[in-house]
């Protein structure tokens, strides 16, 4: 199975300012015919259901605002928040489908500073 | 506009059964893969179980294998989940959700409780 891995584990940050997360996974998850990574990050908030943010590693989903931003390739993946707003306030996870079994990380607990 | 409804969740004892449905709605649900996703208390997401758009193919994680069984019927836009040999550590809150790329929509989840 691909194991991906967070961190940090939470983060605190001020409002206005950037906040950014990592993950990594145990192997690559970039498919070298189309060059796209299969890494997508999901934003989870207290009594609702995830969402989808980003998907193939930097591509925004349709109503996403674009202070939202991924990158990354291979096995090293970031998502960043530019400018942090009181409603960031998630979980945020990152997620392999790759190959099943699809696997996401621990999470990342964003908190305002 | 693109819904997923759950039901089927409650509480049951270990050992017991449970079928979860999922009902969808605001896309032709017989083009797409759907999944189903869950989150046990106090933990992160972890994927059960996924179904190819026509039924034909399954995939399943290996704590469910043998256990639960993903089925869809098309005709009524309806997604499946029969859990069986229920334990406590499959107390969670179980989301269906389409898949695009990945999972692009998901239900607001049916909250299944395993205990005696």
């Known amino acids: 199975d691909i194991v991906m891995t967070q961190s940090p584990d939470s983060l605190a940050v001020s409002l206005g300012e950037r906040a950014t997360f990592n993950c990594k996974s145990s192997?690559?998850?970039?498919?070298?015919?189309?060059?796209?990574?299969?890494l997508a990050w999901f934003q989870q908030k207290p009594g609702q259901p995830p969402k989808l943010l980003i998907y193939?590693?930097?591509t925004r989903e349709s109503g996403v605002p674009d202070r939202f931003s991924g990158s990354g390739s291979g096995t090293d993946f970031t998502l960043t928040i530019s400018s942090l707003q009181a409603e960031d306030v998630a979980v945020y996870y990152c997620q392999q489908y790759y190959t099943t079994p699809y696997t996401f990380g621990q999470g990342t607990k964003l908190e305002i500073k | 506009e693109v819904q997923l409804v759950e039901s089927g969740g409650g509480l049951v004892q270990p050992g017991g059964s449970l079928r979860l449905s999922c009902e969808a709605s605001g896309f032709t649900f017989s083009t797409y893969a759907m999944s189903w996703v869950r989150r046990a208390p106090g933990k992160g997401l972890e994927w059960v179980s996924e179904?190819?758009?026509?039924?034909?193919?399954?995939y399943s994680s290996d704590s469910v294998k043998g256990r639960f069984t993903i089925s869809r019927d098309n005709s009524e836009n309806t997604l499946y989940l029969q859990m069986n040999s229920l334990r406590a550590e499959d107390t969670a809150v179980y989301y269906c959700?389409?898949?695009?790329?990945?999972?692009?929509?998901w239900g607001q989840g049916t909250l299944v409780t395993v205990s005696s």
């Open positions: 192997q690559s998850v970039l498919y070298r015919s189309t060059n796209k990574n299969s």
């Open positions: 179904i190819s758009a026509s039924g034909g193919s399954t």
């Open positions: 959700a389409k898949v695009g790329a990945t999972f692009d929509y």
């Open positions: 193939w590693a930097s």
